[in-house]
């Protein structure tokens, strides 16, 4: 049984519904706001997820970034050294979608060149009746991102948990694929013959 902790950045656009989004998550459904204060800087989430058909499990410190262009290089400054990302967007607006690429480029910039696993979420699905952006177009750009796509409605508490498993299943996995490297480093075939 292992227990990984990872660092998980949330970025999007003001009002895209990254606190609601994060909150739905670590209360299982039980803490949807109707009334939000903006983020001002960073607010620290954290939740345990178990891994499946393992017995591990990872405890996800989601930072939930402001989403406001005057906070975001303070916000940075908190982020530490990032571990997984998760890029937040409105399905109805196109404004939204387009800032992902600033928002996903500003991480990486931040990290030093390390690949991060990541996760893209259109976020208010309860909104499908004034989309802007397709579920089409915004598969393809997290494809081109190396991000999973994920669709969720905070207020309607649909899909909350998944871009959250994702992340910590491709955590969990890039940290099998490193042991896996340095047990095989450490291999020495002396000790087997």
Request: contains cysteine; proline residues 3%.
């Amino acid at each position: 049984m292992v227990k990984l902790r990872a660092r998980c950045i949330l970025v999007g656009d003001a009002a895209v519904g990254k606190s609601a989004l994060s909150q739905m998550f670590c209360s299982d459904g039980s803490h949807f706001q109707k009334n939000y204060t903006m983020t001002a800087g960073v607010e620290l989430l954290v939740k345990s997820m178990s891994i499946p058909e393992t017995n591990d499990s990872v405890e996800l410190y989601i930072f939930d970034t402001a989403g406001r262009e005057t906070f975001a290089e303070t916000c940075e400054k908190m982020w530490g050294q990032p571990s997984v990302v998760c890029v937040v967007f409105e399905i109805s607006s196109l404004d939204s979608f387009n800032s992902c690429s600033r928002w996903l480029e500003r991480v990486r910039a931040h990290c030093n060149g390390l690949q991060l696993p990541g996760v893209l979420v259109g976020n208010k699905s309860d909104l499908a009746s004034r989309r802007e952006v397709e579920t089409a177009v915004a598969q393809e750009w997290a494809r081109e991102q190396g991000l999973q796509y994920h669709e969720t409605s905070a207020k309607e508490m649909e899909n909350c948990d998944a871009p959250f498993l994702s992340l910590a299943q491709a955590f969990h996995a890039m940290y099998q694929d490193r042991r896996q490297i340095i047990q095989r480093l450490s291999w020495d075939p002396t000790d087997h013959q």
